[in-house]
């Protein structure tokens, strides 16, 4: 966007809204919004407590826990789908049915299977994760081009080198889903947290809402964002150096 | 003089590959090849001929063993095959090359899937990425390279596995004109180094004629042998000579009054 000539950068509608939440913050209107600046001084305050240390950690661990099964199991139950048509009349439906699926709803019952710690979490992350990498990998893997295949059974390629081709080839396809499952991760962890309420940042969330620390409740977000943001974005860079075939291919 | 034969079962002493009562039905119901007798000698250039719905591809398909005839059997040195075998190495018409992988790599996947270790492999299809005149490029990817380059690379990729036969899919159909012009003269000069079986499938005639030994033609739906033509033409001189020679001009004039009742 320009403005008078000046480039505006994109962040920029961002500082509009943070200026008006100052100025509302200033006034004491809404004891929820505290002005920006108190928010902003409440991070240091908020991630110095040993309470957010620990709760980072259990995040982190949940999260990446939850995640990294995601891929293992997501990628598999893709490959299984492309490649085996019976498998995958079987469960496109249901794999469809939990994508779209309001997956917190589920959560108490995770709570109940799982109990009231960090493997409830875990799990969360992975069912808000793993569908969408399933979907991208199977779309991925049905769009492997069959003259590839001939070509690699042509040259007499062993059953192991057909699958390292088909997985090459669904690459592009996978990481884009890995991405958005980074993301609905994300949404998986702090869900989980926030129903369990007893351990993590939904422990921290619980605390500062009942005693009205508003400026940390919203220091907290903040921070998860950034971490979500952060993650997403990571995996964009992973992404765009391996886009380069992802155009290109015939 | 150029002559034309009828269709007899050939019983020349050495074929590399023959082909005996191929049938193939797609879904029980279409009839893509019925039929098909023919031998292919060694080192000769055999051209598939025919307008699309002949099923030429259909047939080289089943010679490489990439498809499975309906009846029928592939003899490969008098000896039955059911799939693909080291001896044939098939050209892609749309390249078929792995996107992740640089020339050298793509170029030597063959030589890797029968087991070559990475130093022997790569000098291998080193010296054939200089025979298809790609030296120098290594080290690109294929999105980096033009259409008629990326063929070469594919060109590459079937002769360093020295198969004795190698299987040619409308190879020049997704290059440029010019390209293709070059592409054949260059597979001219190619066939006098490289003593190889090469069978082609076009529906150029010009390209047919241009480079073939021996011309089969296919007549559409079913696709049955119509004819096998014998173009006697000299390629020893200047490759662009071939295409002002009249004995050239004259049989790609007689195989599309052939031709042309089975296109609308």
Known sequence: MELYGYKVPKMAALLVWVVIWEIIGQFELVMLFPPFSDVLLAIPDVITTPSFLEAARITVLSYLGGLALALVVGVSLGLLMGLVKPA?????????????????????????????????????????????????????????????????????????????????????E????????????????????????????????????????????????????????????????????????????? | MHMTQPIVAETEADQIIEVAGIHKVYNETVTALKDINLGFGRGELTSLLGPSGCGKTTLLKIISGLLKPTSGEIRVNGETVTGPGPERAFVFQDFALMPWATVLKNAAFGLELKGVGQKAREDKARHYINEVGLAGFEDKYPHELSGGMRQRVGLARAL?????????????????????????????????????????????????????????????????LKQVVTPEIDRSGNPEAIRRNPEYLDLIDDIWAGLRDYVE
């Open chain 1, 174 to 250: 996978i990481l884009a889903g890995f991405r958005l499952g980074v993301i609905r991760g994300v949404k998986g962890v702090v869900i989980g947290q926030l129903l369990v309420s007893i351990i993590g940042v939904g422990a921290l969330f619980a605390l500062y809402s009942q005693n009205f620390l508003m400026a940390h409740f919203w220091a907290l977000i903040l921070i998860l964002f950034a971490f979500a943001l952060g993650l997403a974005e990571m995996i964009g860079r992973l992404e765009q150096r391996v886009e380069y075939y992802a155009g290109a291919r015939s």
């Open chain 1, 88 to 172: 995958d009349r079987l469960l496109n439906m249901w794999v469809n049915v939990f994508l779209s699926a309001p997956l917190s709803a589920l959560v108490p019952v995770i709570m109940i299977l799982f109990g009231m710690g960090m493997p409830t979490v875990i799990v969360t992350v992975f069912m808000f994760a793993v569908w969408i990498i399933a979907l991208d990998t199977r779309a991925g893997v049905l769009h492997v081009s069959p003259s590839l295949m001939e070509m690699s059974s042509s040259f007499g390629a062993s059953r192991w080198h057909r699958m390292k081709i088909i997985l090459l080839s669904a690459l592009p």
């Open chain 2, 160 to 224: 360093a596995v020295e198969a004795e036969v190698l299987l040619m899919d409308e190879p020049f159909s997704a290059v440029d004109e010019q390209t293709r012009r070059k592409f054949q003269e260059d597979l001219i000069r190619l066939r006098e180094t490289e003593n190889k079986t090469f069978i082609l499938v076009t529906h150029s005639i010009e390209e047919a004629v241009y480079l073939s030994d021996r011309i089969v033609l296919l007549s559409p739906r079913p696709g049955r």
